[in-house]
């Protein structure tokens, strides 16, 4: 948890805030990094310290020095009250849907988000008591026809992290907060260097930090940023439910965070760059990248970002599952799995069924989500050229 500074800190630059945010060198000897603060147990020295309950750390399950180096920065830049590090990003989505209800209430999430994050509602929350209903990611202000009195929360995602739907997040708070309920929105594409759902009504932002904070798929996190008002059940939650990050983890979310605005504009200028490539090779029938002008929702992306993600879906020509697996199966740079956020380009290709109830996927033809990384540019587009060409000769 970190207190959100005021003063100069508000108008520093997203690059100031990444590199000198969450250290306090003086309480380290002068080293530079918050290092790995591992521990339960802190120690009081007088009973007067232990029931008088001033201490900045009273135990570890709350947080410690590493802990708190992320949380600052993440509250800084989504213009946050708070912020807690949590184990992953599930976990977040989790927590923060769980802080706004109890049982009898209905939440509304959008059928682009998160599969696991709908497994969440349509078996624990459901077992809980708690309703769980999809509402079209295209729906803005619509959605206040499906508000109902027992509707306490609603979960978006924008973009859709497999079809990229933008959300008209400003209308979605609107109908939420007419409705006395809160909206969480997964921020975790763009980043809140391109992106800042609070200041655009949302309540809570959630993050998987295993992604493009952490940016070298190599540990799991996530964050939870809330207002003010949303704060208290959030910590509640997370504390009773006995949710903690490691120092070793946390330590490796700061150091992702240090670069992550150069990691970002690398990410965001060769991910178009291949979004608009692509859209001009054989067999594309859609690039789905709301950076691209031919994007549906391209118009609420200017409105509300400020620049785009690594990661973008690219819809190819109807051919049987062969062609898919000579897409996949010889990529020399690409590689296959799931996540995303790190320095290796990804491909995964991708199958759309029952985990869309609201607005059935019907586009015919095979999608393949694309993670753009660091690697030379020309080889990337030199490898896809390739396996588009396979996948082709394979129908
Ligand atoms: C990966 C992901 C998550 C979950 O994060 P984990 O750290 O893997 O639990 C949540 N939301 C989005 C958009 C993701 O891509």
Request: aromatic residues 8%.
């Amino acid at each position: 948890m970190s207190e959100k500074k005021s003063g100069n800190s508000e108008r520093r630059s997203v690059e100031t805030i990444l590199t000198h945010h969450g250290r306090e060198p003086d309480d380290q000897f002068g080293f530079v990094n918050t290092p790995v603060y591992r521990g339960s147990t802190v120690l009081f020295k007088t009973l007067d310290d232990m029931v008088g309950q001033k201490q900045r750390f009273l135990y570890g399950r709350a947080g410690n020095p590493t802990t708190q180096s992320v949380e600052a920065v993440i509250t800084e830049l989504e213009g946050a009250y708070r912020t807690r590090l949590v184990p992953s990003g599930l976990a977040a989505i989790t927590i923060a849907v769980l802080s706004c209800v109890k049982a009898g209430d209905d939440v509304l999430i959008s059928d682009s988000a998160y599969e696991p994050g709908r497994s969440f509602a349509d078996g624990f929350l459901k077992r809980m008591g708690v309703t769980a209903r999809y509402y079209d990611p295209r729906i803005g202000a619509g959605i206040s026809a499906l508000m109902q009195p027992n509707t306490t929360a609603i979960l978006a995602e924008s973009p859709g992290s497999l079809t990229f739907e933008v959300q008209d997040i400003p209308a979605i708070a609107a109908a939420a907060h007419a409705n006395g309920a809160r909206l969480i929105v997964d921020n975790s594409w763009a980043s809140p260097l391109y992106h800042q759902p609070l200041a655009l009504g949302a309540d809570l932002v959630v993050h998987a930090g295993t992604k493009m904070f952490v940016g070298h798929s190599d540990a799991f996190a996530g964050t939870i940023s809330t207002t003010e008002a949303a704060w208290a059940e959030v910590e509640s939650t997370r504390a009773l439910l006995g949710f903690f990050t490691s120092g070793d983890d946390a330590y490796l979310v700061a150091r992702g965070l240090r670069t992550l605005a150069i990691r970002m504009k690398e990410h965001h200028s060769r991910a178009l760059e291949i979004a608009s490539w692509l859209e001009a090779q054989p067999e594309v029938v859609q690039v789905l990248h709301p950076g691209l002008s031919s994007h549906p929702d391209h118009a609420l992306f200017k409105r509300d970002f400020t620049g785009s993600g690594s990661l973008f879906s690219v819809l190819l020509a109807p051919a049987p599952r062969a062609s898919v697996a000579a897409f996949v199966d010889k990529l020399e740079i690409f590689t296959m799995g799931f996540s995303w956020g790190g320095y290796e380009s990804l491909c995964l290709p991708v199958r759309l069924g029952a985990n869309r109830t609201a607005k059935p996927w019907t586009a015919e033809g095979n999608l393949f989500r694309l993670h753009i990384g660091l690697e030379g540019i020309d080889d990337l587009k030199a490898d896809l050229a390739d396996a588009i060409a396979r996948y082709s000769a394979a129908r």
